[in-house]
């Protein structure tokens, strides 16, 4: 394609953009919400998964061993412990430690410690949190063997719905995303194909003039470019303003509740944002110029 023709359908399509101002605003208006409301769910699929990391993160097997354990005993279960697969971290704690934490929670409660006399019936244990949250179960059957161990515990019930829990969260979070796209592909064609009807009697003038069907296309495809551009940036916009507040809200009365930071977080969900107005506004430009290009 030559640049002198290149420059006439960029030149056509800002002039088309100016000169039909009222829906040119109707559409990036349009784009703009979609896009927008699409930004939101992004932001909340991604957050949910976040918190569905966090809560596989903190799953934990608890290693209960035996009593009267000597410490080579204790040093070679720690070395096994080590050397198992997806081990993020284990952390040891003897019969004293146990038995000083029990104290502490039980302190408003001096009954139930009394009634102990003195004695300390807690073991000695290991907590193994892991890289991997699936290797729990394996992991749990593996340890159980080991002689020196009494018990484990990691709440097998919990875990397993938890799992189901954050496969749900994530494929739905997939499916509402996708949904959401193509929605936003039909809302912003049919927008733009309002554009395209208002200009239906130049598309037949420049078809019987003997213009080929690409010549009249590139200048509403760029058109639709810089409107799926502009909704595009202005959504952004909206949007970085938008989770800003949210996450100042929920860290100032819900701290505790794990939230994606905003950077780069936000550059990557602008930018794909951006590439998808941009992509809906050509397929919605030309979805929309088909019917017309018939004469």
């Not at 209960?64 to 070395?79: G, M």
């Not at 130049?202 to 690409?214: D, F, H, L």
């Not at 810089?226 to 701290?255: C, K, M, N, P, R």
């Amino acid at each position: 394609m030559k640049i002198r023709t290149m420059r006439y359908f960029i030149r056509e399509a800002f002039q088309s953009f100016c000169r039909n101002s009222f829906m040119s605003i109707a559409s990036v208006a349009t784009v703009t919400l979609s896009l927008f409301i699409l930004g939101i769910f992004m932001i909340m699929a991604a957050n949910l998964d976040y918190f569905a990391e966090n809560l596989e993160s903190q799953v934990q097997i608890s290693i209960y061993l035996k009593d009267d354990l000597s410490q080579d005993q204790i040093q070679s279960v720690s070395a096994r412990l080590k050397n198992l697969p997806d081990v993020k971290k284990i952390t040891f704690t003897n019969k004293d430690q146990a038995m000083d934490a029990l104290k502490e929670r039980m302190k408003d409660q001096p009954g139930i410690l009394n009634a102990l006399e003195g004695k300390n019936p807690l073991p000695s244990s290991y907590e193994i949190t892991f890289t991997n949250p699936e290797s729990v179960k394996k992991t749990a059957r593996i340890v159980a063997d080991y002689p020196e161990v009494e018990s484990t515990h990691y709440g097998q019930e919990i875990i397993e719905q938890l799992f189901r829990i954050t496969t749900i969260i994530r494929w739905g979070g997939i499916a509402l995303i996708i949904f959401l796209t193509l929605a936003t592909l039909f809302i912003i064609s049919n927008t733009i194909r309002l554009t395209v009807f208002a200009r239906r009697k130049e598309i037949a003038i420049m078809k019987y003039v003997g213009a080929t069907n690409w010549f009249i296309r590139w200048p509403f495809l760029l058109e639709g470019l810089i409107l799926g551009f502009v909704g595009g940036v202005i959504a952004d916009v909206l949007l970085a303003q938008f989770y800003e507040f949210v996450t100042v809200a929920v860290h100032s009365s819900l701290a505790f509740l794990p939230m994606v930071s905003m950077y780069p977080f936000l550059y990557h969900v602008s930018g794909v944002l951006l590439v998808i107005s941009m992509i809906i506004g050509a397929i919605g430009s030309t979805i929309s110029l088909k019917r017309y290009m018939k004469v």
